[in-house]
């Protein structure tokens, strides 16, 4: 009954168009109510408390170093480089797309700001030199989510501060699960690149790729120091992400000298904007994450998946398609900020690693951006490119299967993720 109140009243306040935010709060308070433990003053010491947190300092960071390099110029080189080094392979604009995302994933972060970076770079590119646009839409939005995977990674960072479990190894244990992603829409494009007779452009010369490296380098730079610093503690994964949003402010203002004094005030504005919405939902997440251990729902969790106990790669295929079905109807956040206090308690009474959950639940709610009918990231490719939501759907299907593909390949074996993860750790 607890159960069906909590999920009831949240999907029903969904269901009307009550924000996602707002809807937590309400199924908090419902199931306040069904305990007898209604206190408006216990409601807002858990919204605050949801928001006052070290780790989730990070966040308006990277979300501030993502803004400044759309704006400042690292973005446009880090394409460019992509364009020199692989655009003129067969389908090469869209292997350009794929390995630029790799690269815009390890600055900032964030699968939204990225989509929006290639789209508006990369397709008006793809669509003139005569590739479909709805796959060339399709292939840029499944090549954007590889960026919650890819440390630095605001998912990382939500799923961390709710799980309690270390960021940093999460950030880590990310690179390789990653660069699959992105190996995995490669191989897709290629088959489907065959079947469009492109003519792709001329091989650039050894002196342009030079000179892209060279303009390219102080970007290139950002995800060395995060990573290396990380790696060598040099500092939190919190410090990391201030590093990264100076470094780029630095680099936007002084080096590549693109980023005007008179933009700083919007860059900040949308960062801040962006921010909000994400820390309002941690903080109204807060709620029903602890009415969720005051209930005692996760006991009820792992009573009802105790016969999978014994089976750790059953139980966290049944999760992944779980988490799979409640991505096609919401979006990342709030995913990771209901899900992760309920699932949390079976993974460890299962015994399977936590950072190793955290890569593949992360994967799979970075997937869900791209899953009809609510895929986030398929509404900004579609934004961008003017173009409809039916088509980005159709165009995203064979990149979506192939990610699909790599993550169940990691639930039947853990070693994918759990070894680079150890080697990385040192």
Request: charged fraction near 10%.
């Amino acid at each position: 009954m607890t159960v069906f109140i909590f999920l009831g009243s949240l999907l029903a306040a969904m269901a009307i168009g009550v924000p996602i935010a707002y809807a937590l709060l309400l199924s908090g308070v419902a199931l306040m109510w069904h305990l007898d433990l209604y206190d408006a003053q216990i409601l807002a010491q858990n919204v605050i408390n949801g928001a006052d947190s070290f780790p989730l300092l990070a966040v308006p960071f990277f979300m501030l170093a993502g803004e400044i390099m759309n704006v400042g110029g690292l973005s446009r080189r880090i394409v460019n480089l992509a364009l020199t080094l692989v655009g003129h392979h067969r389908g090469g604009l869209g292997f350009v797309a794929i390995v630029a995302a790799c690269m815009l994933a390890a600055l900032s972060g964030s699968a939204v700001a990225d989509t929006a970076a290639l789209a508006a770079l990369l397709l008006p590119m793809m669509v003139k030199a005569g590739h479909d646009k709805a796959t060339a839409g399709g292939l840029i939005a499944s090549a954007g989510i590889i960026a919650p995977v890819i440390p630095p990674s605001i998912g990382f960072v939500i799923f961390g501060v709710a799980a309690n479990v270390s960021i940093g190894k999460l950030f880590l244990a990310g690179i390789v699960p990653g660069l699959l992603m992105g190996l995995s829409i490669a191989v897709a494009w290629y088959f489907v690149s065959k079947r469009e007779n492109i003519t792709p452009p001329p091989k650039a010369s050894t002196a342009d790729r030079l000179q892209a490296l060279k303009e390219s380098t102080w970007a290139l730079g950002l995800p060395v120091i995060v990573v290396l610093g990380l790696k060598m503690g040099v500092f939190t994964p919190t410090e990391a992400a201030v590093v990264a949003a100076v470094y780029a402010l630095a680099v936007s203002l002084f080096v590549y000298r693109e980023l005007k004094l008179d933009k700083l005030p919007a860059v900040f504005i949308n960062a801040a904007k962006t921010t909000a919405v994400i820390m309002f939902l941690v903080a109204a997440a807060m709620v029903s994450a602890w009415l969720i251990t005051v209930a005692d729902i996760p006991s009820k969790m792992i009573s009802l998946l105790e016969p999978l106990m014994d089976n750790p790669t059953l139980l966290l295929l049944a999760i992944m398609l779980l988490v799979i079905a409640v991505g096609t109807a919401m979006d990342m956040t709030p995913t990771i900020l209901i899900l992760t206090p309920v699932l949390m308690p079976v993974v460890k009474a299962a015994g399977i690693d936590p950072v190793y959950f955290g890569v593949l639940f992360i994967m799979n709610n970075a997937i869900g951006l791209i899953t009809p009918p609510v895929g986030t990231v398929l509404n900004v490719v579609a934004g961008v490119g003017k173009m409809k939501m039916d088509e980005v759907t159709r165009g995203v299907l064979p990149f979506m299967t192939a990610q699909f593909i790599v993550m169940f390949l990691m639930v039947f074996f853990p070693a994918i993720v759990t070894v680079p993860a150890k080697w990385f750790a040192g």
